[in-house]
């Protein structure tokens, strides 16, 4: 056994790649893969190497059972243990090495995430804004509605107004950001149309399932990566934070009776799953007559809203994996015997 460090660039990939080669490896295991991990996923893929994603769990415990510090060296060699361990983990997740197109869509999602960030802090610091003008402009505005309408209304307002330096400061500043505002809106009404654009060029059909529009449909894209990877709908429940955990005991041989909210697992799916549900309920008769049925049981509306999220998660995956084999109709035989395994 040997490790080797090598600089974070296109450089130390290739020497390292070299060092792997000359070592007969085949299979590479990368911790991270979807993020700092990424470029070094892409390249291992590149060169045809087996790369899978090893779980930062899987590679801590392997820490811990040796009562090892951490340290760049340990964690090689404890990602390589792992993956030894569990020759099963799946594969890489940078989306460059699962799909170029899903890797746009995320770059087009992050853009577009960014400025309705900054544009709702901006909102936020224009609320309070608003509330310290004078009196005299105050008056011209309503007290109520949403931010953004009190906003415009200040274009209407003459700049030359007589008032306190402060708040014709104040004033100017405002109405200069309606344009910023209105330019940033139309930015990401832009991006919402390109994001649209790329899922018809994907292929997908989550927007066909009600409740998950453009961005949420983008959002599971991303997310997920390639669906394949979860071999059970309840694999990805887990991953999702959608499997409720049981929390009742005493039930002996039987199923459990009370379960609680998982708070781990994927939170960004989890809210775009909630979302769908609550959707669903308003607007699909079949939803609202599953969640009063639960009612019935004896569940609280929260775990009945759970036990459709756990439904709603399923028939996610499902479609994922139909679209995934509807687009790719051949799998290799490593990724037919991976699921096999996983089975």
């Given amino acids: 056994m040997t490790h080797e460090t090598f600089p974070n660039t296109a450089a130390g990939y290739l020497e390292a790649i070299d060092l792997l080669t000359d070592q007969g490896v085949g299979r590479v295991g990368v ?9 070094v996923a892409i390249a291992l893929a590149a060169a045809e190497f087996d790369a899978r994603e090893v779980p930062p769990s899987r590679s801590a415990a392997q820490r811990r059972s040796r009562q ?25 997740q940078a989306l460059e090495v699962y799909d170029p197109l899903v890797a746009k869509i995320e770059a087009v999602l992050e853009h577009r995430r960014a400025l309705v960030a900054a544009r709702t802090l901006g909102l936020h610091h224009v609320a309070d804004q608003i509330a310290k003008l004078p009196t005299e402009i105050r008056d011209q505005l309503t007290s109520h509605g949403k931010i953004e309408s009190r906003l ?3 274009a209407h307002i003459d700049p030359d107004i007589d008032t306190t330096p402060a708040g014709a400061y104040r004033l100017e500043w405002l109405q200069a950001f309606i344009d910023q505002d209105r330019t940033a809106r139309r930015e990401i009404r832009r991006l919402e149309r390109l994001i649209d654009e790329l899922l018809d060029r994907h292929g997908t ?9 453009p961005i949420a449909a983008a959002t599971l894209l991303c997310e997920v990566g390639d669906p394949r990877r979860f071999s059970r709908e ?3 429940a887990r991953w999702s ?11 002996g041989q039987g199923n459990p009776v009370k379960h ?25 008769p079949d939803a609202a007559a599953y969640l009063a049925r639960k009612a019935t049981e004896g569940k609280t509306r929260r775990e009945a809203r759970r036990a459709h999220k756990r439904q709603l998660a399923n028939r996610v995956i499902r479609r994922m994996r139909r679209d995934e084999t509807a687009r790719n109709p051949t799998l290799t035989l490593a990724a037919v015997l991976r699921l096999t395994l996983c089975r």
Avoid: C, M
């Fill in 241 to 251: 934070g959608t499997g409720a955990v049981a929390l009742s005991s005493g039930e």
């Fill in 68 to 92: 090892l510090g951490k340290t760049d060296a340990v964690d090689a060699v404890s990602s390589a243990r792992a993956l030894q361990a569990e020759p099963t983990l799946g594969p890489v």
């Fill in 234 to 236: 309840s694999k990805f």
């Fill in 205 to 213: 059909t989550l927007r066909d399932e009600t409740g998950i529009g």
């Fill in 31 to 39: 911790e991270g893969s979807a993020k700092w991990g990424a470029h």
């Fill in 260 to 284: 609680r909210l998982d708070f781990r697992g994927n939170r960004r799916i989890n809210s775009v799953l909630y979302i769908a549900s609550v959707t669903q309920q308003r607007s699909q």
């Fill in 152 to 154: 415009r209304r200040l």
